[in-house]
Antibody
Framework: EVQLVESGGGLVQPGGSLRLSCAASGFSFSSSWMHWVRQAPGKGLVWVSRINSDGSGTSYADSVKGRFTISRDNAKSTLYLQMNSLRAEDTAVYFC????????????WGQGALVTVSS | AIQMTQSPSSLSASVGDRVTITCRASQGIRNDLAWYQQKPGKAPKLLIHAASSLQSGVPSRFSGSGSGTDFTLTISSLQPEDFATYYCLQDYIYPPTFGGGSKVEIK
């Protein structure tokens, strides 16, 4: 059974940092592109970042470029999102998701991790 | 970035109704479009990719069509478990962009 389990969410002050983790199981993690998607409270879905299977290629939404870093440890089957210089508008539930192929179709999702940026 | 415009943003329907949701892209995206269903407090679920390919395990009452700029998600006979919010997503060009969502509510 495919499972994606996020952790690391919480309350952080503006300007602070947080690292999200997504532990994967039940599939070949090292062969899969992975993504982060977020959803602000009561709002729609927004793609945040993606990383290719070996970690050599990454992409970011303009809104997080230069502040967030996506990475992975294939030996641990874990995806990460390092979030620095956090802003109130980064408050959201962050989902990790597996790519169905090598584009941006997300066939498996984690349960989400809530990040709240507030003083 | 490509803008994805969904309509309607919400609708009320009854069990058994045929429901159609549309998604329009700000430029041509071939058939690089997916549809997702999301229920409150849950992660989204992939229903359709490549505009019309039904994801494994998704009931056949869901179907998708379209190419270029105009796309449609159809639920042929609405079931109680289908009341949810639906999102389209283009993956033709990065960044991938979602539509604003269409909430299907019980009439």
């Amino acid at each position: 059974e495919v499972q994606l389990v996020e952790s690391g969410g919480g309350l952080v002050q503006p300007g602070g940092s947080l690292r999200l983790s997504c532990a994967a199981s039940g599939f070949s993690f090292s062969s899969s592109w992975m993504h982060w998607v977020r959803q602000a409270p009561g709002k729609g879905l927004v793609w945040v970042s993606r990383i290719n299977s070996d970690g050599s290629g990454t992409s970011y939404a303009d809104s997080v470029k230069g502040r967030f870093t996506i990475s992975r440890d294939n030996a641990k089957s874990t995806l990460y999102l390092q979030m620095n210089s956090l802003r109130a508008e980064d408050t959201a539930v962050y989902f990790c998701a597996r790519d169905l192929l090598v584009g941006a179709n997300f066939d498996y999702w984690g349960q989400g991790a809530l990040v709240t940026v507030s003083s | 970035a490509i803008q994805m415009t969904q309509s309607p943003s919400s609708l009320s329907a009854s069990v058994g109704d045929r429901v159609t949701i549309t998604c329009r892209a700000s430029q041509g995206i071939r058939n690089d479009l997916a549809w997702y269903q999301q229920k409150p407090g849950k992660a989204p679920k992939l229903l359709i990719h490549a505009a019309s390919s039904l994801q494994s395990g998704v009931p056949s009452r869901f179907s998708g069509s379209g190419s270029g700029t105009d796309f449609t998600l159809t639920i042929s006979s609405l079931q109680p478990e289908d009341f949810a919010t639906y999102y389209c997503l283009q993956d033709y060009i990065y960044p991938p962009t979602f539509g604003g969502g269409s909430k299907v509510e019980i009439k």
